[in-house]
């Protein structure tokens, strides 16, 4: 399957975490260390407009320009349009992308690099709003086929600003909590 379908797929469980959040929900806790929920969302608006922006351009001149308003959820939404916009062409796919500081890669890297980035900060989310995550399941197996690749060491992930150290599953985990433990995230956390 076209990895932009799951990535948008994972876009839409997060539409419906993110839509009922109100300004008073952004002080909650959540799974990722030092940010609370408003930080969360900042950080998905930054990712969504600086992805759109290097999926059509090649890069992105700055990757942490994400506000929020008194309407989170329309910014948030705003984003996601931004970053859907630039699926719309084919010849992303191939197009050479430059993702912050990671390097440059060929557009479906990049698009795989936002899927496992909108799975993992879904649940951030949800578990932070003490919602169920019910995501697409085909959009966990790929985001999860991706997370195995990525480098599960704790210095490089602290040096890069990537995930939290991988935490330890059991091997038969379900693939959305072997993937939440490859992206540093205990799947017990409430």
């Given at each position: 399957?076209?990895?932009?379908?799951?990535?948008?797929?994972?876009?839409?469980?997060?539409?419906?975490?993110?839509?009922p959040i109100r300004t008073t929900d952004l002080a909650r806790r959540t799974p990722c260390d030092g940010w609370d929920l408003g930080d969360l969302l900042r950080h998905q608006v930054?990712?969504?407009?600086?992805?759109?922006?290097?999926?059509?351009?090649?890069?992105?001149?700055?990757?942490?320009?994400?506000?929020?308003?008194?309407?989170?959820?329309?910014?948030?939404?705003?984003?996601?349009?931004?970053?859907?916009?630039?699926?719309?062409?084919?010849?992303?796919?191939?197009?050479?992308?430059?993702?912050?500081?990671?390097?440059?890669?060929?557009?479906?890297?990049?698009?795989?690099?936002?899927?496992?980035?909108?799975?993992?900060?879904?649940?951030?989310?949800?578990?932070?709003?003490?919602?169920?995550?019910?995501?697409?399941?085909?959009?966990?197996?790929?985001?999860?086929?991706?997370?195995?690749?990525?480098?599960?060491?704790?210095?490089?992930?602290?040096?890069?600003?990537?995930?939290?150290?991988?935490?330890?599953?059991?091997?038969?985990?379900?693939?959305?909590?072997?993937?939440?433990?490859?992206?540093?995230?205990?799947?017990?956390?409430?």
């Amino acid at each position: 399957m076209d990895i932009r379908e799951l990535d948008r797929r994972a876009l839409g469980t997060l539409d419906k975490l993110v839509s009922p959040i109100r300004t008073t929900d952004l002080a909650r806790r959540t799974p990722c260390d030092g940010w609370d929920l408003g930080d969360l969302l900042r950080h998905q608006v930054s990712e969504n407009r600086a992805f759109g922006t290097a999926l059509r351009h090649g890069h992105a001149p700055d990757w942490n320009s994400g506000t929020l308003s008194d309407n989170p959820y329309r910014d948030y939404a705003d984003s996601v349009a931004a970053v859907l916009a630039a699926f719309d062409d084919d010849a992303l796919l191939e197009r050479k992308v430059t993702v912050r500081e990671f390097g440059t890669f060929p557009g479906r890297v990049a698009v795989a690099m936002h899927l496992v980035d909108s799975v993992a900060h879904g649940w951030d989310i949800a578990r932070s709003l003490g919602l169920p995550y019910e995501p697409d399941p085909d959009a966990v197996h790929d985001a999860l086929a991706f997370a195995q690749f990525m480098p599960a060491d704790p210095d490089f992930r602290r040096e890069r600003g990537t995930f939290a150290p991988v935490v330890k599953v059991a091997a038969d985990e379900s693939e959305l909590h072997r993937f939440l433990a490859l992206t540093g995230r205990d799947p017990n956390w409430q």
